[in-house]
């Protein structure tokens, strides 16, 4: 896959998520939920790869996710636009390819 003739670049995103204090369930669930449609979206679009769940402590809410954007400034666009941002610190790893890669 290529953006503008050059090849996308992938990041690994750690996405820890921290619901404030006194936030009701309804509007945890409502967020969850349109959070859920726009992670679709950006699978669709080719944005976001994978998701996955690492070991998590007692109450701890944390994703791992691998994106593809054109560089720093697209991701971080995909990024905002997904709406457990307001609550979630990211942190972001570029990725690149290795020699050795069986994917390759």
């Not at 998590?56 to 971080?76: I, V």
């Amino acid at each position: 896959m290529t953006w503008r003739g050059e090849p996308l670049m992938e990041f690994l995103v750690d996405m820890v998520t921290t619901v404030p204090e006194g936030t009701s369930e309804e509007a945890v669930a409502e967020i969850r939920a349109r959070e859920a449609v726009r992670s679709r979206e950006l699978a669709a679009q080719g944005s976001l790869l994978r998701l996955w769940r690492p070991p998590l402590a007692p109450g701890e809410w944390r994703t791992w996710g691998l994106f593809s954007a054109d560089g720093a400034e697209q991701l971080e666009q995909v990024l905002a636009s997904m709406p457990l941002r307001v609550w979630r610190h990211d942190t972001v790893t570029p990725l690149s390819p290795h020699p050795n890669d069986p994917g390759r």
